[in-house]
């Protein structure tokens, strides 16, 4: 799926966004997400990224290293966050999920790994 872009985004982005739509054209035929709460979502993402963990890492890997993680950011006051900036903070974060699968997908990009609509 190419997309039309005018706007000055770099290209690794713009690849990344063609993939992602590509993704979600290969799902229309199901109901779409607007209707879908936030907590499913967020379920649905848990569930993806324990997909690409099982595919990179040994389960024992898996364990140490999001029981660092948790600590790491819970040392960081993170889980302390007030009510009314959860919504805010969360936001951010799931921007750093979307820059970093971005930044993956880039550098897994090589001619032995085939792209997404490939
Ligand atoms: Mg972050």
């Not at 713009?14 to 209707?35: M, Q, Y």
Request: some cysteine; overall charge negative; glycine content about 4%.
């Amino acid at each position: 799926m190419k997309i039309d872009v005018d706007v000055n985004m770099r290209p690794a982005l713009i690849n990344f966004a063609e993939n992602v739509e590509t993704t979600l054209r290969k799902n229309d035929h199901k109901s779409g997400w607007k209707h879908e709460s936030v907590n499913y979502l967020d379920s649905k993402l848990i569930e993806e990224v324990c997909e690409f963990l099982l595919i990179t890492y040994n389960p024992m890997e898996i364990i140490q290293s999001v029981a660092g993680y948790l600590a790491k950011a819970s040392n960081e006051g993170l889980d302390k966050i007030p009510r009314d900036k959860r919504l805010e903070e969360k936001r951010k974060e799931i921007l750093d999920v979307g820059a970093v699968a971005m930044m993956i997908f880039d550098n897994t990009n090589d001619d032995i790994i085939p792209k997404v609509d490939e």
